[in-house]
């Protein structure tokens, strides 16, 4: 057959671009591992390569075959997965596999680390960091691989622990840290304790020379350890450095806070991923906002670094520059995914960028030595009212170029138009809440605001060898409404001691009401069809993803509140009674404001309250700020058929651009996987996973095959899974 003689001979051509230099990875571990004999190129680091790229130079698969992608195999990752711990609709998987030497490494639901032959999807080991600690369920965004002479190791998080485990065995390394883990706690009990505080890390760290750069996931609340972004040494997991994001006395940034705020503010932590630069030895990241979230009364000042853009020496750890993107940040505007470094033509002259996308639906351009924005970025004046006690900074960034990805206000023309009552239902809302401004501080009466969600997320963009990034957004109006702490605690005088620990500790996420956010936080109404006494307790004490741990609380307190929430006979005829009120006990900052209401704001059938689209992929042009094409990302199968143009989804997992001509992306909730021609932006393959792809995709060619790969993990309130599912074209048969 002719045309599969032109499939076979393609893979050659390429491969041999790649193998001159002029188009690969920038990492030497990529380029070592491009082996030419057989025709394979890995996908080695979170990202692609260590710019964060999100690229491969590989095109057998192109905009002339890729309809003819097929399934290649099918990895299941649990296959016991009637277990508790795999909630049906809250379990996912976010991880972005590695390939490395044609062995694919990746995360399984329950954060089990495997290797698989990235050809066959056949399993070689697995690994499970629970197997003699409490199972603590975080989030893994994806590992990493580092290797010296015969010693190749696997560096991943799982709870709060970072794991060194042998690439080629799946055996932990006993000589890192203490028996093959080290604390993520480690380095951050500078002005409190923080053993009891949850830590995390969800998304890979860097490898430069042999130190680990690595950020953190903390809580949002008062009780948020510190966020310092640290090095570990990768041979012997000891702690190398610590930049502190919350300045210390004589450190630079120290006088935009109060005096002693560093001694209890938390967070300004980098959760969202780092990129490398190689040649300059520094690593680029993002951080987010202090805590507690939505009120900054105690912390005066523009509160560096948060919400900043870092260039740090990956070696020592000290800063070489900073771009705040939001001055006392209010609102959760945390940098949600890792910069992308690229070169561009600007102006005449060859310049080394990185560009960053922002939850609020902007793109900053950076120069990579100075800081220095490529575009003009125009400072305006915002409003400077707020809840008592507030500070917030008159002045903030409005970037003149590239224009907004996503939705910037909610206008009253926004307002949904699916049918009459969805927009008289919204419309009364609109009309008793506060929306003017992307920069009103949050109040009492209620602010109607996008960028929780996206904007941009944690999948993170691609770039092209011609500087062309893909960008994936969200556009969902939330609803936040604050409260003081003298009113729920005023509230509290006529509540049982259970409503009020449940007030007190839980409401703030689960709702006054327990009927949670719609999504990522559960209602917990009706735990008693779902979770036992002692299942609620584990949760309770070990904390689960972006629930931190309740340890804090005594087992009288807990006991207390799980037979309130799971409507006990034992709890309703009295017979648990506290022998005192509970203690608010919120370590180590107790904000004397915090969010009442924090939701996604939708019409009575469950559809955004904004018009559509509601996810969309852009394409922008680096070197002028200029969109080249912007399509819905997503389908509601059931609006499409009514007639109404396609609206797009709420989307989560990045894109992947390749040199065939095709940009891949799943995080859809419709559950598919994509293809777009990446000149117009045409659809031109889609399938159906098992579970929605909330994850990125990857790409790598093993032995002249080249295959896609994405995690089906689902969740997001969408049935989970537990695939991973691999592409390719037909095999020569
Ligand atoms: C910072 C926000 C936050 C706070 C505060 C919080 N939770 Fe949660 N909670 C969550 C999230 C998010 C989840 C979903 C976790 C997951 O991904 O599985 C969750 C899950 C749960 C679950 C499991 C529900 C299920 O169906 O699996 C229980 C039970 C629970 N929370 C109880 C509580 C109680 C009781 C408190 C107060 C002591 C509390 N939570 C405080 C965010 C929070």
């Not at 009637?82 to 998987?93: N, Y």
């Not at 012997?236 to 004589?250: A, S, Y």
């Not at 972006?546 to 709890?571: D, G, V, W």
């Not at 093993?702 to 896609?708: A, E, L, N, P, Y």
């Amino acid at each position: 057959m002719p045309f599969m003689k032109i499939i076979l001979y393609a893979p050659c051509f390429f491969l041999a671009t790649i193998m001159t230099g002029t188009m690969g990875c920038h990492h030497p571990k990529a380029s070592d591992s491009i082996k030419k004999d057989s025709l394979s190129v890995d996908w080695p680091i979170y990202g692609g390569n260590a710019a964060g790229n999100r690229y491969s130079a590989l095109s057998q698969i192109n905009t002339s075959n890729v309809d003819q992608l097929n399934i290649a195999w099918i990895y299941h990752s649990e296959p016991d997965t009637t277990s508790g711990i795999l909630h049906p609709e809250k379990s996912d998987v976010q991880c972005q596999p590695i390939v490395v030497n044609g062995i694919l490494y990746a995360t399984s639901p329950k954060l089990k680390l495997f290797a698989l032959e990235a050809a066959t999807g056949k399993k070689i080991w697995e690994f499970d960091p629970f197997q003699n600690r409490p199972r603590r369920m975080t989030t893994c965004r994806g590992v990493v691989y580092w290797e010296e002479k015969s010693d190749h190791r696997i560096l991943f998080t799982a709870g709060s622990n970072l794991y060194a485990v042998n690439a080629m065995t799946g055996k932990s390394i006993n000589d890192f840290g203490d028996s093959g883990v080290t604390d993520l706690h480690t380095g951050l009990n500078l002005n409190y304790d923080v053993k009891n505080l949850y830590v995390a890390a969800t998304s890979p760290g860097v490898i430069y020379k042999n130190t680990l750069i690595l950020g953190s996931a903390v809580s949002e609340g008062g009780d948020a350890a510190p966020g310092y972004v640290r090095g570990f040494d990768v041979k012997t997991g000891k702690l190398k450095w610590v930049f502190h994001t919350i300045p210390e006395p004589g450190e630079s940034g120290y006088d935009t806070w109060p005096k002693n705020a560093h001694k209890k503010i938390g967070a300004v932590n980098n959760w969202s991923g780092i990129t490398l630069d190689e040649k300059r030895g520094s690593v680029f990241l993002g951080t987010g906002s202090p805590a507690s979230d939505y009120y900054g009364g105690d912390r005066a000042g523009i509160n560096l670094f948060s919400d900043c853009i870092l260039s740090l020496d990956a070696e020592s750890g000290k800063l070489n520059w900073y771009y705040q993107t939001i001055h006392h940040d209010l609102w959760d505007r945390d940098l949600p995914c890792p910069p992308n470094l690229a070169t561009i033509e600007y102006k005449g002259k060859k310049t080394d960028v990185l560009a960053i996308a922002t939850k609020d639906g902007l793109i900053f351009v950076l120069d990579r030595d100075s800081g220095h924005s490529i575009f003009p970025v125009a400072e305006q004046k915002v409003p400077v009212y707020g809840i008592p006690g507030e500070h917030p900074w008159p002045y903030q960034n409005y970037p003149v170029k590239p224009l907004p990805f996503s939705n910037q206000i909610f206008s009253d023309s926004d307002i949904t138009n699916l049918n009459p009552s969805s927009h008289a239902f919204i419309k009364k809302i609109f009309d008793s809440t506060e929306h003017e401004n992307k920069f009103l501080p949050p109040g009492e009466k209620g602010t109607l605001l996008y960028g929780y969600s996206g904007g941009a997320e944690w999948g993170g963009n691609a770039i092209d060898s011609n500087g062309i990034l893909y960008q994936n957004a969200n556009n969902q109006v939330w609803i936040l409404q604050m409260q003081s702490r003298s009113d729920y605690l005023k509230n509290n005088k006529s509540l049982t001691p259970a409503q009020s620990l449940y007030n007190v500790n839980c409401s703030s996420c689960h709702g006054m009401d327990k009927k949670g956010n719609g999504s990522e936080i559960p209602e917990l109404i009706s735990l008693n069809k779902r979770l036992t006494e002692s299942e609620i307790d584990n949760i309770l004490q070990e904390g689960r993803r972006r629930m931190p741990s309740f340890k804090k609380l005594s087992s009288e307190e807990r006991k207390t509140l799980i037979l309130y929430l799971l409507n006990s006979k034992q709890f309703i005829n009295g017979k648990v009674n506290m022998k005192s009120a509970p203690v608010h006990r919120t370590q180590p900052y107790d904000p004397p404001y915090r969010a009442k209401v924090w939701v996604r704001l939708l019409d009575p059938d469950g559809y955004p309250a904004v018009k559509p689209p509601w996810g969309t992929l852009n394409a922008i042009d680096l070197k002028t700020g200029d969109y080249l094409w912007r399509v819905p990302l997503g389908e509601f199968p059931e609006l499409t058929k009514k007639g109404i143009p396609v609206t797009g989804t709420e989307n989560y997992g990045g894109p992947v651009v390749t040199e065939g001509g095709l940009v891949f992306i799943a995080a859809t909730r419709d559950e598919k996987i994509r293809a777009f021609n990446k000149t117009t932006g045409k659809i031109v393959w889609e399938q159906q996973l098992p579970a929605a792809g909330f994850a990125t995709p990857i790409t790598y060619a093993v032995d002249g095959r080249q295959f896609i790969v994405i995690a089906a993990g689902g969740g997001r309130g969408l049935r989970s899974g537990d695939t991973y599912v691999a592409f390719a074209l037909p095999s020569d048969k």
